[in-house]
């Protein structure tokens, strides 16, 4: 089954930074975006940045443009979150996902429901 992987979690002091890697290796031409989404207990899962594998546009949730930065690696299959200036509330499970070319959906990539494989998730804990 096809799952993306992702790694790097941890935890951060508050005001520090973080990198988190997903690997999207055996999809080979099978995804066309993938993002990066956090969930805490309680609360809906919430799209924070997303890249296309084409031209690697990308989108950013409000809460965290300009702090966190997404990148991709098409040779090694692997796509980045840099994690900037953590707070507190950036505490939370992220998870990696990949989506199936279903049109220009612009910022609507970071709609949960438009993503079709999922990661496992990684811990992010931003505490002192």
């Known amino acids: 089954q096809l799952q993306p992987v992702e790694s790097g979690g941890g935890l951060v002091q508050p005001g520090g930074s973080l990198k988190l890697s997903c690997s999207t290796s055996?999809?080979?031409?099978?995804?066309?975006?993938i993002g990066w989404f956090r969930q805490t207990p309680g609360k809906e899962r919430e799209g924070l940045s997303c890249i296309t594998s084409d031209d690697e546009r990308t989108f950013y949730a409000d809460s965290v443009k300009g702090r966190f930065t997404i990148s991709r690696d098409g040779a090694n299959n692997m796509v980045y979150l840099e994690m900037n200036r953590l707070e507190p509330e950036d505490t939370a499970t992220y998870y990696c996902?990949?989506?199936?070319?279903?049109?220009?959906?612009?910022?609507?990539?970071?709609?949960?429901?438009?993503?079709?494989?999922w990661g496992k998730g990684t811990l992010v804990t931003v505490s002192s």
């Open positions: 055996g999809f080979g031409l099978k995804y066309y975006a």
């Open positions: 996902a990949v989506a199936v070319f279903r049109g220009s959906l612009g910022s609507r990539w970071l709609r949960p429901a438009n993503m079709d494989y």
